[in-house]
């Protein structure tokens, strides 16, 4: 080992020749004597077999594993130690200190043979170090390559000499891809379970299994109950217990509007209206009196709304009729009517002209504008048209009579195809400066309005806040392909924008439905239908009467809508009666019974009658139940009591 090292010979030097102390220097020619030629550092393959105790035997630097472990049908699990060899130290070329043929510093190189399967180094043999022991970069047990070598150093720990593997350091970022990987299994994902002490371990997943955590580990499982998954992903979710008895675009309950059902399926027609026949309404028609004169009052002043009054013909009896589109004030001396038609010239003297219309249609060809008795470039300076806007500053186009042009405070737009001219000349497109443009200085071009962007996507850093609103996006142009999910909230949602007219039939399901969005309160009472069933007997002893048969506490606020008895044994010869009390005070004007010969009370010739009032219980209400009547000649026998109703 350090004692054959770098260079060795074939021929080993004779320390009784040459004593291995400073008496007897060996010289050039003894230590440059035949010189070994197998490898550079003139390392001999040992080829050794694992012993029975699991141990290799170290005669040399360089050792090949003759023997697979039992994990490839070895006899033995491993090696355990690497000690030292005494028999195979030649007295004549060693001293007498040197009868190990290791000592601390010296390095071994290990591989197994190619013919073999697993062979592996054991760490610490499965427990703590020792002489000869190994201890591996990894802390586990490692499985020895046939090309490349595993090299250990013989290190001092405690008093003993253990090896250590040599080399390993960091790995570096990315190196190590899915091919460097164990081979997994068909289907499998690799997960790190809380109990496997830091290892990563396989999971083999069946069609249509999901991988479930439980905060300890993970576990394949499959959808099951009321919902189920395809080995596409698709989830169906079997029917929820809800009212589907009407739809979005019928009334489930019909109304009457002029004495015609209406259900919202198509219009109706209302006699008198829009139809053949007269609606009942009231009025004195029939006594009014008919006057020849009025008597008329000046009123210059009063700030009010008056009417101005037509007849319908020139001559005769005609009635008095008002029009609320044509109206006068007097104080202000406004008349103000929907619509004039004049069919001669109109004159105003007035300072100011003002028409608060949406369009105004002009025949002639020309408007004149700063028109006075001497007209002039100097009268003609600031005339032409403002637009006001209010805060954000008026829009002009006026004419400049010191720089002989119209100045516009806002952009120019012409329509797709026109063009600007000077002197008939075009000077730009839309896409072009014009062929009689010879000279520019455009360094950037600013904002494109048409065309199709064919670069990078625009990301949303540069999209203006607010700046795509519902005026910005055409009908029906965007649809789910186009949403991000879960970008649109209740918050970019206006009240009630959402109802049962936008809502398809059948369109939502559970993957629509937030999970606790649904609560009691917005159900309704048909969809929360419930019902609390109290037992006031056994079903073999005879009924008695006698107040407190039973009494419970109601677990929530309830509203009852219906009430009913049932009894195993029928009564005979009399009715049996029941009264029901909602904290001492009865809640029945008619009593709950069960006729003669009868099993239940919804055959009962008297119906029973809740108390107007009584019908909604309080959460935490004290029930109890009486039973007045048991029947007559026999006994009714296991009476129960069932309220029906719902949560409030």
């Known amino acids: 080992m350090a004692r054959k090292g770098y260079g060795r010979n074939s021929s080993l030097v004779n320390i009784t020749t040459h004593a291995d102390d400073n008496t007897s220097p060996v010289g050039s020619n003894e230590w440059n004597e035949n010189p070994k030629t197998d490898g550079i550092f003139g390392l001999t393959k040992s080829a050794q077999t ?58 071994i190189y290990v591989v197994k043979a190619a013919s073999q399967a697993t062979t592996s180094l054991v760490h610490q043999q499965g427990g703590t170090g020792g002489a000869g022991k190994i201890t591996t970069l990894t802390g586990e047990n490692k499985e020895l390559s046939a090309t490349v070598p595993t090299i250990l150093m013989a290190r001092t720990i405690g008093s ?8 390993g350091g960091a790995v570096a970022d990315a190196s190590i891809d899915n091919t460097k990987l164990a081979v ?64 979005a675009a019928t009334l489930t309950t019909p109304r009457a509007i002029g004495g015609v059902d209406f259900n919202g399926s198509a219009p109706i027609n209302l006699p008198g209206v829009n139809a053949a026949g007269n609606q009942d309404t009231s009025g004195n028609s029939a006594t009014a009196t008919e006057a020849t004169n009025v008597t008329a009052v000046a009123n210059n002043s009063t700030n009010e709304t008056v009417y101005p009054t037509f007849v319908d013909g020139a001559t005769g009896t005609q009635g008095l009729e008002t029009d609320t589109g044509l109206n006068y004030n007097p104080s202000t001396g406004l008349l103000s009517a929907v619509g004039l038609t004049l069919s001669g010239d109109l004159t105003v003297n007035g300072t100011n002209t ?57 952009h120019v737009n012409i329509a797709t195809g026109k063009k600007f001219k000077i002197n008939n000349v075009d000077t730009l497109t839309a896409t072009a400066l014009g062929t009689n443009v010879v000279g520019s200085s455009l360094t950037s071009v600013g904002t494109i309005g048409t065309g199709t962007w064919q670069g990078d996507a625009v990301a949303q850093a540069y999209i203006g806040a607010d700046a795509i609103n519902g005026d910005k996006i055409v009908d029906d142009s965007i649809d789910s392909e186009h949403i991000i999910d879960g970008s649109i909230d209740l918050a970019h949602l206006s009240v009630d924008s959402v109802n049962g007219t936008k809502i398809a039939d059948d369109s939502i399901d559970s993957e629509h439905i937030i999970d606790a969005s649904i609560d009691v309160a917005h159900l309704s009472a048909g969809a929360k239908k419930e019902f609390i069933m109290i037992s006031l007997s056994d079903e073999e002893t005879d009924l008695e009467t006698g107040t407190n048969k039973a009494i419970f506490q109601m677990p929530y606020a309830f509203t009852i809508t219906d009430i009913r008895a049932t009894v195993g044994t029928a009564p005979v010869g009399s009715t049996l009666t029941v009264d029901i009390n909602k904290s001492g005070q009865s809640i029945l004007t008619t009593k709950l019974t069960i006729d003669a010969s009868e099993n239940t009370s919804t055959s009962a010739a008297t119906a029973h009658v809740i108390a107007s009032g009584d019908t909604a219980f309080a959460d935490g209400a004290i029930v109890a139940f009486d039973i007045d009547q048991v029947g007559s000649s026999t006994a009714g026998k296991g009476l129960k009591v069932t309220l029906i109703g719902y949560q409030t």
């Open 160 to 167: 003993v000499l253990e090896w250590v593997e040599y080399g």
């Open 184 to 247: 997994m299994a068909a289907n499998t994902i690799k997960v790190r379970n809380a109990n496997s002490s830091g290892a990563p371990s396989d999971i083999a997943l069946a069609t249509t299994q999901i991988l479930i955590g439980n905060g300890t580990g993970f576990t394949a499982a499959a959808l099951s109950g009321d919902v189920a998954m395809d080995n596409t992903g698709a989830v169906t979710v079997g029917t929820l217990n809800q009212n589907t008895a009407g739809s």
């Open 50 to 107: 694992i012993s029975g105790n699991n141990n290799i035997v170290v005669t040399d630097s360089y050792i090949e594993i003759t023997t697979a472990d039992s994990a490839s049908g070895g006899s033995n699990d491993g090696i355990y130690t690497l000690s030292a060899g005494t028999d195979s130290l030649s007295a004549t070329n060693y001293a007498s200190d040197s009868a190990s043929s290791i000592s601390e510093g010296d390095l």
């Open 354 to 410: 003002i028409l608060n219309t949406a369009t105004l249609e002009v025949e002639d060809k020309d408007i004149f504008l700063a028109k006075v008795s001497s007209p002039s470039n100097t009268t003609a300076n600031g005339a032409g048209i403002i637009i006001e806007a209010g805060s954000d500053t008026d829009k002009s186009i006026l004419w400049d009579s010191t720089n002989s042009n119209f100045t516009s405070t806002e």
